[in-house]
C-alpha cells in the first residue's frame, strides 16, 4: 500500500486520467476559486512535518539520473526573483518502477523511477515533466486545492443544514455536484501548471515539442477506456493536445527567439511528434466477393520535427508490456510479429498537413471476429522506438 505521506502531493502525470490559451504569469491565478492569503502557511508545514519520511523513500538523482539534476537546475535558475514564499528545490527519484511525478509544496520534486527511466537521457523530455511540477509549486497548488475543497464543503454542509431532513436525495445531488466541481477545478490547475511549465522550459532551452512528446510516451504505457471525465483528476493527453495548441505556439515563439539554432540549445533539437486522431473502424464491400464485406482501420494523423518515415502498426490483440525509455523499441512482450499474422504495418513520411493511414482487415469466415481482433495502433520511429498509441473503436451492433 502506497504511504499517506506520498499521496498527498499527486499533482503529477497520472496515467489514462481524462479533461481540459493564454498565457498567465507564475503566481497569477487566473481560475475561479479562493486566493492563497499571504498568512497562508498550512501547506508548507505540512511538507516540512512530512519531509523527513519522504526522503527516507526516495533518492538523489544520481548516475543515470544525472540528465534530470542538470535540467532541473537549470529550470530553477530560470525562475523569477525574488519569490514571496522560499522554496527547498530539491529533486529526488522513488524506486518504485512506476510511471509518476509528483511536487510537494516546500520545492521538492519526486520522480518515479519507471518515469525517470522513461526519461533516459533525454534532457528536453525531463524538463517536460519537471517543468510542469515546478509550476504547481510555484502557483502553490497544493493550497489551492486545499482551500478550494474547503470552501466546497462548507457550501454543502449549509444546504444539507437547510434542507428537509426526508428528502436524501437532495443532500446526494450536492455531495455529487462537490466532487464534479472539486475534479474540474483540478484538471484546471494541472492544464495550468502544464501552459505555465511550457513557457518556464522554453526561457530554459527545451523544446516546448517535448510536452506532447512526453504525453504520447506516457498514453502509450495504458490501454483500455479512461474513467469517466466528470470526475478525472487529470486530464486526458488527447484534451491536452487540443487545449495547448495555443499554448505551444506560444512557448515555441519564446524558444526561437532565445535559440537560433535548435541544436545548440539544452534540450538539442525537438523530438518527433505525432498527433494522432482517434481511430476510425468502418465496413466496406469485399473486392473479392460479392454480396461480402471487409472493414477498414483509419487513422488521421499529424507529425512534426519528421526526418524520413515512420511506421504506422496495427496490432493484434491488447499490449500489456510498457515501454523500457525513451529510446526502447517494441514493448518486450509483444516481440517481432510481423510474420504471424498479428500486426500490419506501413511506413509514411507523414509529411502532408493531414496524412490518413488506412488497414484492410484480413478476410475470415466471420468478419467481425477477424476485425475485433485488432485492438491497438502504434507509432514508431525509424529506430522502432514507440511514438503514439491508440485504442481500436469497438466493433459496431
Same mark, same amino acid.
Given at each position: 500500500m502506497e504511504p499517506l505521506a506520498l499521496k498527498l502531493y499527486r499533482f503529477s502525470w497520472k496515467l489514462g486520467l481524462c479533461l481540459w490559451c493564454a498565457f498567465s504569469a507564475f503566481g497569477q491565478q487566473s481560475l475561479d476559486g479562493p486566493q492563497v492569503p499571504p498568512n497562508f502557511r498550512l501547506d508548507l508545514d505540512t511538507a516540512g512535518r512530512l519531509r523527513p519520511q519522504l526522503w527516507a523513500q526516495s533518492m538523489a538523482p544520481a548516475g543515470r539520473y544525472a540528465p534530470g539534476r542538470l535540467a532541473f537546475d537549470r529550470l530553477i535558475q530560470q525562475l523569477p526573483q525574488p519569490s514571496a514564499t522560499k522554496f527547498a528545490w530539491e529533486l529526488r527519484?522513488?524506486? =518504485?518502477?512506476?510511471?509518476?511525478?509528483? !511536487?510537494?509544496? =516546500?520545492?521538492?520534486?519526486?520522480?518515479? !523511477?519507471?518515469l525517470a527511466q522513461l526519461a533516459g537521457q533525454s534532457a528536453g523530455l525531463w524538463a517536460a515533466l519537471l517543468s510542469h511540477e515546478i509550476a504547481h509549486i510555484v502557483r502553490r497548488d497544493w493550497a489551492r486545492r486545499y482551500l478550494y475543497q474547503k470552501s466546497l464543503e462548507r457550501g454543502s454542509a449549509a444546504v444539507i443544514v437547510l434542507g428537509d431532513p426526508g428528502l436524501p436525495s437532495a443532500s446526494w445531488s450536492d455531495s455529487q455536484k462537490a466532487s464534479?466541481?472539486?475534479?474540474?477545478?483540478?484538471?484546471?490547475l494541472e492544464v495550468e501548471a502544464d501552459r505555465e511549465g511550457l513557457m518556464l522550459m522554453a526561457r530554459a532551452g527545451y523544446h516546448p515539442d517535448f510536452v506532447p512528446a512526453l504525453h504520447h510516451l506516457l498514453h502509450a504505457q495504458t490501454t483500455g477506456a479512461a474513467p469517466d471525465a466528470l470526475y478525472a483528476m487529470h486530464p486526458c493527453w488527447e484534451e491536452r493536445d487540443r487545449e495547448l495548441n495555443a499554448a505551444y505556439v506560444a512557448a515555441g515563439i519564446e524558444f526561437e527567439h532565445r535559440w537560433t539554432e535548435w541544436f545548440a540549445s539544452p534540450g538539442g533539437?525537438?523530438?518527433?511528434?505525432v498527433f494522432a486522431e482517434a481511430p476510425t473502424?468502418?465496413?466496406?464491400?469485399?473486392?473479392?466477393?460479392?454480396?461480402?464485406?471487409?472493414?477498414?482501420?483509419?487513422?488521421?494523423?499529424h507529425c512534426e520535427n519528421l526526418v524520413g518515415a515512420v511506421e504506422v502498426v496495427l496490432h493484434a490483440g491488447s499490449a500489456s508490456g510498457n515501454v523500457a525509455g525513451s529510446g526502447s523499441a517494441w514493448p518486450e512482450t509483444l516481440g517481432d510479429q510481423r510474420d504471424t499474422g498479428r500486426e500490419m504495418r506501413q511506413l509514411t513520411g507523414c509529411t502532408s498537413p493531414r496524412t490518413i493511414i488506412t488497414f484492410t482487415l484480413p478476410d475470415g469466415s466471420d468478419p467481425r471476429q477477424a476485425a475485433a481482433r485488432w485492438s491497438d495502433l502504434y507509432i514508431l520511429d525509424a529506430w522502432g522506438a514507440i511514438l503514439a498509441r491508440a485504442d481500436l473503436p469497438k466493433m459496431p451492433r
Open positions: 527519484i522513488v524506486d =518504485d518502477k512506476e510511471f509518476n511525478a509528483y !511536487s510537494s509544496p =516546500d520545492g521538492t520534486v519526486y520522480v518515479e !523511477s519507471g464534479e466541481n472539486l475534479a474540474r477545478f483540478c484538471r484546471q533539437n525537438p523530438p518527433i511528434v473502424l468502418k465496413k466496406t464491400a469485399s473486392k473479392g466477393k460479392a454480396g461480402s464485406h471487409e472493414w477498414e482501420v483509419q487513422v488521421s494523423m
